[in-house]
């Protein structure tokens, strides 16, 4: 166990050698310098980047939108339903949020979908009370 510890540990040592061999080549310093922020915690988007972003879970913009209407069609049709009913129904089919929070996503996804009137608000939320949606049938 302790051969296993100490493996692992010069491993460790050894890579961390070869990563400051690297960065003492100008070259790949300068490299590094360009493609990284000054704060280093991401990339710069690269000089062939596609206009069309797309986030780590691989979504691109406008996708949560026409997944949310998708949802909203065909699990609840004209019934009532509220921002939780909608990410419960989507969980249940397998979609990952790429948001920290998924209430304010899909929550704004459905404010978008009233404003292109494809979803009416039939109960306004208040306070603790979440405001209830309502599909409209063949938009």
């Not at 990410?87 to 704004?108: E, L, Q, S």
Request: aromatic content about 8%; charged content about 25%.
């Amino acid at each position: 166990m302790a051969t296993d510890v100490a493996t692992k540990v010069a491993e460790q040592a050894r890579k961390w050698e070869r990563l400051n061999e690297l960065l003492r080549d100008p070259e790949i310093y300068n490299f590094l310098e360009r493609e990284f922020s000054r704060n280093g915690t991401s990339l710069a988007a690269p000089s062939h980047a596609p206009s069309t972003a797309v986030n780590s879970n691989g979504y691109k913009k406008g996708d949560l939108v026409k997944a949310v209407a998708k949802t909203c069609e065909e699990s609840f049709g004209s019934s009532q339903f509220t921002t939780y009913d909608v990410i419960k129904k989507m969980r249940a089919t397998g979609f990952v949020f790429a948001a920290k929070n998924p209430d304010v996503a899909a929550n704004g996804a459905l404010r978008r979908l009233v404003k292109k009137e494809k979803v009416k608000i039939v109960i306004p939320g208040t306070g603790r009370r979440a405001a209830q949606y309502r599909w409209i049938v063949g938009s």
